[in-house]
C-alpha cells in the first residue's frame, strides 16, 4: 500500500528553528509536495522536490532524499503566524497525490 | 483574480438529502480536483477532471458524482447524504503544464455536516 508518515504535532518556540520529517513508501515517484494549511483555512503551496537536495526559499528549506524515501521541511526563524499544519505530499507514478495527514506545529512566545 | 471559488462555506444536511457543492476556476486550469478531509487525517481524492468532458474516479468515490461540461466548472454532487460524508470538502485545480512550479490552488472549502 502507498502511505506517507509525519509526526502528528510538534512544538517550537519562537524565534527558533524546527524540522517537520516526512517518510514515504509509493508506488513511484514524481515529485514531493510541502504544504501549509491554517486552521479552518485551504492549504497553501510551499514547495516541491523532485531531486535529491536541499531547496530554500526564504525562512523555508525543503529536503528530499529519494533513495531513503525521506523530506524533511526545516522553518527558520520562527513566527507566531507559522502556527498551522504542514502536509507532506507524493506524486505517484500515476501522477496522484498521495497525501500525509500533517503535522501541527504550535509555536510558543 | 478569484482563483478557486467553492460554495456554500456552510451546510448541514439531513440524513438522505442530496446537495451539489459547486467549484469555478478562473485561471484556465485543465485538472480539477475535489478532496474530502477529516479531522486529524490526510487529503483524500473523491474525482478529477483532466479537461472538459473527462472526469474520474479517486479514492474514495463512493455516494459522490461528478460533471465538468466546461473548464472552469467542476461540481460535486450528493445524491443521498449520509453521516459518514460528514467533513471538509476542498476543490482545487492545476495546470497540466506547471503542477510542479506552483502546485494545486484550493478553494476555501466547504464544510458540511451530516445529520
Known amino acids: 500500500g502507498q502511505n506517507i508518515d509525519q509526526p502528528t504535532e510538534m512544538t517550537a518556540t519562537e524565534g527558533a528553528i524546527v524540522q517537520i520529517n516526512c517518510t514515504y513508501q509509493t508506488s513511484g515517484f514524481n515529485g514531493l509536495f510541502w504544504y501549509q494549511q491554517h486552521a479552518g483555512e485551504a492549504p497553501t503551496f510551499l514547495s516541491y522536490n523532485v531531486l535529491d537536495g536541499l531547496e530554500e526559499k526564504g525562512r523555508f528549506s525543503s529536503f528530499l532524499s529519494r533513495s531513503k524515501g525521506y523530506s524533511y521541511l526545516l522553518l527558520k526563524e520562527l513566527q507566531m503566524k507559522d502556527s498551522a499544519s504542514y502536509l507532506c505530499?507524493?506524486?505517484?507514478?500515476?501522477?496522484?497525490?498521495?497525501w500525509g495527514a500533517g503535522t501541527k506545529l504550535i509555536i510558543k512566545p | 483574480n478569484a482563483g478557486v471559488t467553492q460554495t456554500p462555506k456552510f451546510r448541514i444536511l439531513k440524513i438522505g438529502q442530496s446537495m451539489t457543492l459547486q467549484c469555478t476556476q478562473d485561471m484556465n486550469h485543465n485538472y480539477m480536483y475535489w478532496y474530502r478531509q477529516d479531522p486529524g487525517m490526510g487529503l483524500k481524492l473523491i474525482y478529477y477532471s483532466v479537461g472538459a468532458g473527462i472526469t474520474d474516479k479517486g479514492e474514495v468515490p463512493n455516494g459522490y458524482n461528478v460533471s465538468r461540461s466546461t473548464t472552469e466548472d467542476f461540481p460535486l454532487r450528493l445524491e443521498l447524504a449520509a453521516p459518514s460524508q460528514t467533513s471538509v470538502y476542498f476543490c482545487?485545480?492545476?495546470?497540466?503544464?506547471?503542477?510542479?512550479?506552483?502546485?494545486?490552488?484550493f478553494g476555501s472549502g466547504t464544510r458540511l455536516t451530516v445529520v
Open positions: 482545487a485545480s492545476s495546470s497540466a503544464s506547471e503542477p510542479t512550479n506552483y502546485g494545486y490552488t
Open positions: 505530499a507524493v506524486t505517484d507514478s500515476n501522477y496522484q497525490l498521495i
